[in-house]
């Protein structure tokens, strides 16, 4: 049995909330079997907050530099902006996992790649970020990505970001490059925007989209990370980057009811909801042909109009 070094358990990580660093180690230890299998394999950016969420915190891609258990595997890349290598954390089991909230990582950030085919994601994620909208104005934003994914002959996934957004995730073969997703993603999110002019933006300049949902299709480009399902976030109320039933979705949906108590309540009734659906993964090819002849179908009716 690998044991892990666990220091300063009691230490307040949420100040209001009262929720310790123990805590977040008792969390991710009872939901281990559920998270793992969304972060095997995948290489991981730490987020450290090692004196809580009101302390300071960084990003540390590269763990180069630490002496590292032996439980711990990392993945050597070579980074595009510098051509340096970047050893990055992958966490295959239980004791990494712990590790790395014994460093004081609150989220688990990782890419949608997995390291046996690495430059091929297998999952497409719309980020859908409010300007000044209400919780349920992106409520209605994912629930029309979801109908211009099903109307292309897709299956779509959804989940709290845990903060004030919604992510939409796409399962797909790991046979297509970052550039086909992220092109693909473009269409559904162009497609969106046209169905709700007035609540969406797909401009990426703040300037352009106050009170306006912002389809984010950046997370997936090569590197980019995405908080795993079942990762807590540093905010307050200690909330939970959930995945739900499209069921759940509406007008009466709130982020905050998500967080580190009721999420373990709530696992310990429904299990993994993404469970079946995501290992059903879908045809790039097939669904780009159709997004394609929707957005071309789109263009001209907006033409036409003006």
């Given amino acids: 049995m690998t044991v892990v070094e666990l220091k300063n358990l009691d230490k307040v990580f949420w100040p209001k909330e009262g929720f310790t660093k123990g805590d977040v180690v008792s969390y991710y230890e009872r939901i281990s079997s559920l998270i793992l299998p969304y972060l095997r394999n995948r290489p991981m950016v730490l987020v450290r907050h090692p004196n809580g969420i009101k302390g300071a915190s960084f990003f540390q891609k590269n763990v180069a530099s630490i002496h590292l258990p032996s439980f711990v595997r990392t993945v050597k890349i070579r980074a595009r902006s ?42 497409m994620v719309i980020d859908l ?65 046209h169905r709700l002019p007035k609540l969406t933006s797909i401009s990426p300049r703040l300037s352009k989209r106050r009170n306006r949902v912002y389809l984010d299709c950046a997370r997936n480009g090569f590197g980019q990370t995405t908080a795993a399902p079942y990762s807590l976030r540093a905010v307050a109320k200690a909330t939970v980057s959930t995945p739900l039933d499209w069921r759940e979705v509406t007008a009466a949906c709130s982020p905050a009811r998500y967080h580190l108590r009721s999420t373990m309540r709530r696992i310990r009734m429904k299990g993994d909801i993404w469970d079946v659906v995501i290992r059903k993964p879908n045809s790039l090819r097939k669904l780009e042909a159709s997004l394609r002849a929707m957005v071309t179908a789109a263009r001209k009716s907006a033409a036409r109009r003006n």
């Fill in 129 to 193: 970020d409010p300007g000044g909208n209400s919780f349920a104005e992106v409520a209605a934003v994912a629930r029309e990505t979801r109908k211009v994914i099903a109307a292309a002959g897709g299956t779509s996934l959804v989940k709290t970001s845990g903060k004030r957004g919604i992510h939409v995730y796409v399962p797909l073969r790991p046979v297509y490059h970052f550039d086909e997703v992220r092109s693909a993603a473009r269409l559904v999110a162009e497609l969106v925007h």
């Fill in 82 to 123: 510098t051509g340096r290598d970047v050893h990055y954390v992958v966490c295959n089991n239980k004791a990494t996992l712990l590790y790395l909230v014994n460093l004081g990582c609150i989220e688990m950030h990782v890419w949608s790649s997995r390291t046996r085919i690495l430059h091929c994601p297998d999952y």
